[in-house]
């Protein structure tokens, strides 16, 4: 019985495998920004797109379309450091590798492994960590190559279902895998995970999927069954539409956030872990919306 | 006897119609080809469109601040669209050169200047620029966004870097040239040089650069090329083109020409004068004296004039020093085997940046160097990419006296060629700066060179294992005077003790950019400790410098001259104060981006040590 289902799964991916082969168009991503700085600081403030520690970029080249967000660290307050500055930095950088075509598509945890020793090239003496997540569509092959290092996330929706998600990495409860650059004396004592331990995925996606890529205090705000239902309401493939469902998304979590009564995900989580906590998490919001269109220039 | 001349006539004019008709056809097939581009690029009028191109590609380069598997501070930042201009500072997306100022020729490892430069060469660097389409140039823009005034000449290539048939001579021809100028603030401008026209299309353009006046490095962010892509048609101007190419051709083929012009001076049947003049009164010692004087591309000219000074100007002692450098863009085959007869005796030669592009054969330069080579004591071959394994076994059969060999940035020279520099014993100098010199050929140069003083391996990326290398410099290198690791990628404390312990005499030490150096082991104290006679110590980028190792500089090398320690949050004012007390002939001090010196920090310690140049760059 087992095997004669697996063999039907066989048979129907080595279908759809034909039928993607046939598919001789380009993919692109449609995509559109939202997000929210934890102390109400709304919309770009910083160099580049930042909402308050987290940041965010969405670039392009020949064969691919690339797009990441991070979460920078909030503790490096304490050691009077900007926490913005190396989650702004690394996703400048990745902008720049991609737009210079510094990269390989299938190869996503290259591009963070190379951003992350562009911020050690830098003459500024750079402190901080980032939790980070790269997706990159590979335009011809329909390939989606993403790397996630930590509790930020995407998630790929297809018929109202989510299809594909990253996988949340962390040491501990609230703890996620980071990239970090400490100062000498700190050394050892700060999480630092190397670009490698991303966890890296191949998927591959049909026209009208859509992309859902934000920093934990989306998911850590609303639950998958709130995010299917806004996506719901997205329509047609424009951006101007992605770009209103994006803010509607990022403006319920961000409600949310700050709801004292409501039992979020991150509550769910902190009472399976032993802590009495309830309602929202309050942090920066960021999300990237993107829907898989065909190319056009 | 008679019949023969009118069949050469008739045949003469026969030969003569066909030559005319194939350049009128030629001529015609030209015009028809202008008019197709015409028709292709769907513009009525192409001749007054302007392109405008940012570079596409960096071809090559002599020296750059960032790392070779990196994109901060490198030259390929000047590929593109501008990413800093007009803001202006000290950013990683821009294009960097090595040095600046004159500090790296007042430290120990400076080499002496060559005679005989001529006064408008001005270039230590260079950068060469690839553009998509060629155009006649209007005008040529760079972006310069830190510390500008470095650009000294602009050239323009007749080679099309993306097109298969190249043409038979490749020709450089100067847009733009001056002498360096001080530009006093570090802020970005947008230099605009008037420009040169020119009577060929060119996508290949090269920047010369001179940083001697600059106050801090240089930052060029992007390079714009405007032209057109036809000629500019304008009767007037097209005649003063040609004239002005008729100009340069024959300056560019003086040298080469030269040869056959001496065989017709002495063909002709000169009436024997035996006498010279006055300069008959004059000692020969003191003739070669003032011809010492000239370059030498006036020497050459000058022994077209007459006998004597023939006699003269190919006496080998004339050229004991010699520097082609100046004429790379014109040094090819011939000149060599035109210079040969008269360098029998050369001592230094300096053919840095000549023979790319095909311009220089490895069968030309090895017949040179055998010929040339028995008394070499020094050669430099900078950016010489016509360089390959054969030419460095020349050089290590040829030139057994060599004590100093300059190869930086010849990347393209395969590692295996590097084993031959083992065989060259007398080796007192070796500058592999961002070549791709191995681990097992670097172990047997350092074992069989034991006269080494001055080493340069600054951004060798294929060495494997930095302790290794710095081992056995500190157990065979006992003459070590200076060392460059710049940017080597894994040198730990264990190395640093070695080469401490075993290179006593170490005067110059460059760390810059080796993240794998750690304080906390004690590494910087050890060196300062160790090697009392540290005149230039670069710890550029190393975030764990602190107070304790300044304090140990400031307690044993107090003839430091020259400290980078750029980078560091944990180096204070206090710290800093004991050390320009004790250091009292420091005169370079870079404490760019260490945070806990400020501006004034900075303007106080300028007060106190007003002979000290104090480093303290910005990035907004």
């Known amino acids: 019985m087992f095997s004669v289902l697996s ?36 919309g770009i403030l910083k160099k580049g797109m930042c909402y308050g520690d987290d940041a965010c970029f969405v670039a392009r080249h020949r064969s691919a379309d690339v797009l990441g967000v991070a979460d920078g660290v909030g503790g490096w307050r304490d050691y009077g ?20 075509g510094r990269f390989v598509p299938s190869n996503p945890v290259g591009i963070l492994t190379a951003s992350y020793c562009e911020l050690l090239q830098n003459k500024v003496p750079l402190l901080g960590s980032s939790t980070a997540c790269i997706v990159v569509l590979d335009r011809t092959s329909h390939r989606l ?30 703890t996620p895998f980071q990239l970090s650059i400490a100062p000498p004396e700190a050394e050892g004592v700060v999480f630092s995970d190397s670009p490698d331990a991303a966890d890296s995925t191949t998927f591959d996606v049909q026209l009208g999927d859509i992309i859902l890529t934000a920093t934990d205090g989306l998911f850590d705000n609303m639950p998958d069954y ?68 065909e190319y056009t220039d | 006897m008679s019949p023969p001349f009118p069949m050469l006539t008739v045949l003469s004019m026969f030969y003569y119609i066909y030559l005319r008709r194939r350049r009128a056809r030629t001529a015609t097939r030209g015009e028809l080809m202008n008019n197709r581009r015409a028709i292709e690029s769907n513009r009525p009028l192409p001749i007054n469109v302007e392109l405008v191109q940012y570079a596409k590609e960096v071809l090559d380069f002599s020296s750059h ?34 040095t600046y100022g004159t500090w790296w020729e007042l430290c120990p490892s400076a080499r002496l200047p060559f005679t005989r430069t001529p006064p408008n060469f001005h270039s230590q660097d260079y950068v060469e620029l690839a553009f998509e389409e060629p155009v006649y140039p209007t005008a040529v823009h760079v972006l310069e966004t830190y510390h500008p005034g470095s650009v000294v000449k602009i050239l323009a290539c007749s080679a099309n870097p993306y097109s298969q048939n190249q043409p038979a001579d490749v020709r450089w021809e100067v847009l733009w040239s001056e002498a360096p100028t001080k530009v006093n603030s570090p802020q970005a401008r947008q230099f605009t040089p008037c420009i040169k026209q020119i009577n060929f299309p060119t996508n290949l353009i090269r920047l010369e650069l001179n ?124 000149a060599l085997e035109y210079l040969q007869p008269r360098c029998v005796l050369v001592q230094w030669l300096n053919l840095s940046w000549t023979g790319n592009r095909g311009t220089i054969s490895v069968s030309a330069f090895s017949r040179f160097l055998k010929v040339c080579g028995s008394e070499l004591l020094r050669l430099e071959l900078s950016c010489g990419h016509f360089l390959n394994e054969t030419c460095l076994e020349v050089i290590a059969e040829a030139c057994l006296n060599l004590q100093e060999l300059n190869l930086s940035s010849c990347d393209k020279l395969p590692p295996p060629a590097f084993n031959h520099i083992a065989k060259l014993h007398n080796l007192k100098r070796l500058i592999l700066y961002r070549t791709k010199v191995e681990q097992t050929a670097l172990l047997s140069i350092l074992n069989f060179c034991s006269e080494l003083q001055h080493l340069s391996l600054g951004s060798c990326v294929m060495m494997e294992d930095y302790d290794t290398v710095a081992s056995m410099m500190g157990a065979k290198c006992k003459k070590l005077r200076t060392l460059d690791l710049w940017r080597c990628k894994n040198i730990t404390e264990n190395g640093i003790a070695e080469l401490a312990s075993g290179c006593p005499l170490l005067e110059e030490l460059d760390l810059g950019w080796c993240p794998t150096l750690q304080s906390s082991t004690g590494c910087f104290a050890k060196l300062a400790r160790k090697l009392p006679n540290l005149q230039k110590l670069f710890l550029t980028a190393n975030r764990s410098v602190c107070d304790s190792d300044i304090e140990e500089l400031a307690a044993n090398c107090t003839n430091l001259r020259q400290l980078d320690i750029l980078g560091t949050r944990m180096v204070s004012p206090a710290s800093l104060r004991k050390l320009l007390e004790s250091c009292k002939d420091l005169s370079l001090l870079d404490v760019s981006f260490c945070s806990q010196i400020d501006n004034r920090v900075v303007l106080e310690l300028n007060a106190n040590f007003p002979n000290v140049f104090i480093k303290k760059s910005f990035t907004q």
């Open chain 1, 7 to 42: 063999y039907g799964r066989l048979v129907a991916r080595a279908v759809l495998g034909g039928l993607s082969q046939t598919d001789s168009r380009d993919y692109s991503l449609v995509t559109a920004s939202c997000g929210f700085g934890k102390d109400f600081r709304k």
């Open chain 1, 81 to 100: 450091v900007d926490p913005s500055q190396f989650s702004g930095t690394l996703m400048r950088t990745c902008e720049r590798l991609v737009k210079e």
């Open chain 1, 145 to 174: 190559h993403t790397a996630n290092l930590g509790d930020s996330g995407f998630l790929v929706v297809r018929g109202g279902e989510v299809v594909h998600r990253s996988d949340e990495q962390q040491h501990y409860f609230n």
């Open chain 1, 226 to 293: 709130m995010i299917l239902q806004e996506l719901k309401k997205l329509k047609n493939s424009n951006y101007e539409s992605i770009q209103q469902t994006a803010r509607s998304i990022a403006e319920q979590a961000h409600e949310l956030a700050y709801d004292p009564n409501y039992m979020s995900p991150f509550a769910q989580f902190a009472c399976d872990n032993g802590l009495n906590v309830r309602g929202g998490k309050p942090d920066d919001i960021t999300v990237l919306l993107s829907i898989v269109a």
């Open chain 2, 65 to 98: 601040y960032g790392s070779e598997n990196s994109m901060s501070y490198t030259m390929w930042n000047l590929a593109g669209t501008p990413n800093v201009y007009p803001s202006s500072g000290d950013f990683t997306q821009t294009a960097v050169f090595r």
């Open chain 2, 211 to 334: 940083s001697s006046l600059l106050d801090y490095y240089t930052e060029l962010d992007a390079v714009v090329l405007h032209g057109v892509r036809e000629r500019p048609m304008l009767s007037l101007n097209t005649s003063m083109i040609t004239l002005n190419d008729l100009d340069d051709d024959e300056d560019g083929e003086r040298e080469d020409g030269m040869d056959c012009l001496n065989k017709q001076f002495s063909a002709t049947v000169f009436r024997e004068s035996t006498t010279n003049g006055y300069f008959d009164k004059l000692p020969y010692e003191l003739i070669q004296l003032i011809l010492s004087h000239l370059t030498v591309p006036d020497l050459c000219s000058l022994s077209q004039t007459c006998k004597l000074f023939y006699q003269h100007c190919c006496d080998p002692l004339q050229y004991i020093h010699l520097s082609l450098q100046p004429y790379w863009a014109r040094i090819n085959d011939t």
